[in-house]
C-alpha cells in the first residue's frame, strides 16, 4: 500500500516538470492571465485619465482666471492705462487746456525730454535729490544697522520697549513729524538752545539756502531708520552665533567679526534696505513739501516736487517726461544695487 500512496505526487511533479516553456504549468498559466487581465485594466484607466486630464486642467485654468479677474480688471483701468497714458502723453505737448479734446495734441517726440535737461530747475532739483540719495542712504542704513546690533546683542533690558520707540517715526504722520522738527530746527528751537549751551550760534536751518536740505536729511533718515533696524535686526538674528563663537576662540576682534562675518551674511538683507531706501529717497517728497515748500530759492526742490508742479502749472506732457526720467534713475539705480549687493557664490 506504501508506493501506492506516493505515486500521486510524484506523478503530478513530473506533469509539471514535462511542462515546456512554450506549455505553461496550471499555477504559472493562471498567474500570467491574472497578470495580462490586470495589464488591460490598469492601461484601460491610463487611456481614461489622459482623456480627462486636458478638460480637468482648462476647467482649473478657467477657475483661476475667474478669480483674478477682479484684480486684473481694477489693475488694468487703475494702473496699466494711467501708465501707457501717461508714457504716450511725454511725447506730446498735452496740457490742461487739451483735456477736452485729447486726440488734438500735438506729437512732439523727444523735445520734452530735451527741454527738461536743459531746464536749470529741473537740474536743481536732480542735484537736491541726488544728494538726498548719496547721503541719506549711507546715513540712515549706519544708524539702522548700529541700533539693530544694540537690540541683538547689546540691550538686554526693555528691548521690546526700545524697538518701538524706534519704530513709532515710521507710523507716524509727516504732519505731526512736521510740527515737532519745526520746533526743534527754528531758530530759538530745540536744537539751537543746545548748541548755545556749547556756545555754538545756531543758524535757522529752514530758511537757510545751506542748511534746509541737510535738516530735511536729518529727519527723512530719522523717520525711516525704523523700518531698517527691524529688517536688519532679523537678518542678525539669522546670523548663526556658532561662527562668532568659532571666531573668537581663533582670536577675531569685534571689528572682525563685524566684517568677516556679519556683513557678508547680511548681503541680501542690506541689499533688499538699499533698494527700498533709493526708491523712498529718489522719490523724497513729503518733507520738502510740508516743511519748506521747496525753498528756499529751490534749494531742497526735489525732482518729485517738480513733476508735481508741473502738473499743478497744467503741463502734463512735462510732468510726464519728468516722471519718466526718474523712473528710468530708479530702475538703473536699482540694477547696479543687485549687482553689487547680490550674495557672492
Known amino acids: ?17 514535462a511542462a515546456g516553456p512554450g506549455q505553461p504549468g496550471p499555477s504559472r498559466g493562471l498567474s500570467e492571465r491574472r497578470w495580462q487581465g490586470l495589464s488591460r485594466a490598469l492601461s484601460g484607466r491610463r487611456r481614461q485619465g489622459r482623456s480627462r486630464a486636458p478638460s480637468d486642467r482648462r476647467r482649473q485654468g478657467l477657475a483661476a482666471w475667474l478669480f483674478a479677474l477682479p484684480f486684473l480688471l ?16 511725454s511725447f506730446t505737448d498735452f496740457r490742461a487746456t487739451d483735456v477736452q479734446s485729447p486726440f488734438g495734441v500735438n506729437f512732439v517726440g523727444l523735445s520734452q ?76 528751537g530745540l536744537f539751537n538752545t543746545l548748541l548755545g549751551w556749547v556756545g555754538i550760534t545756531g543758524p535757522d536751518w529752514l530758511h537757510s539756502t545751506t542748511w534746509a536740505l541737510p535738516s530735511l536729511i536729518g529727519m527723512t533718515a530719522w523717520r ?13 538674528q539669522n546670523v548663526p552665533p556658532e561662527l562668532h563663537e568659532a571666531a573668537i576662540v581663533d582670536g577675531a576682534g569685534a571689528w572682525q567679526r563685524f566684517r568677516r562675518i556679519t556683513v557678508p551674511l547680511l548681503r541680501p538683507t542690506l541689499l533688499l534696505g538699499a533698494i527700498l531706501l533709493s526708491v523712498a529717497y529718489l522719490q523724497f517728497f ?30 502734463y506732457g512735462y510732468a510726464s517726461a519728468a516722471s519718466y526720467v526718474l523712473f528710468t534713475v530708479i530702475a538703473a539705480l536699482s540694477v547696479i544695487q543687485f549687482r553689487l549687493l547680490r550674495p557672492k557664490d
Open 74 to 89: 481694477v489693475f488694468g483701468f487703475f494702473m496699466l492705462v494711467p501708465l501707457v497714458s501717461s508714457f504716450l502723453m
Open 1 to 17: 500500500m506504501a508506493p501506492s500512496t506516493t505515486s500521486a505526487p510524484v506523478g503530478r511533479r513530473k506533469t509539471d516538470r
Open 113 to 188: 525730454y530735451a527741454e527738461l535737461f536743459g531746464d536749470a530747475q529741473f537740474r536743481k532739483a536732480m542735484f537736491n535729490t541726488a544728494l538726498v540719495v548719496v547721503v541719506g542712504i549711507p546715513l540712515t542704513m549706519a544708524v539702522a544697522l548700529a541700533l539693530a546690533m544694540a537690540l541683538n546683542s547689546g540691550i538686554t533690558r526693555f528691548r521690546a520697549a526700545y524697538r518701538v520707540g524706534f519704530y513709532t517715526p515710521v507710523v507716524t504722520s509727516i504732519v505731526a513729524v512736521a510740527v515737532v522738527w519745526r520746533f526743534i530746527l527754528q531758530p530759538d
Open 286 to 315: 513729503e518733507e520738502s513739501f510740508v516743511m519748506t515748500q521747496g525753498g528756499p530759492l529751490n534749494s531742497t526742490l526735489s525732482v518729485s516736487y517738480f513733476t508735481y508742479n508741473q502738473f499743478g502749472f497744467g503741463k
Open 224 to 236: 525711516n531708520m525704523g523700518t531698517l533696524m527691524v529688517i536688519f535686526l532679523a537678518g542678525l
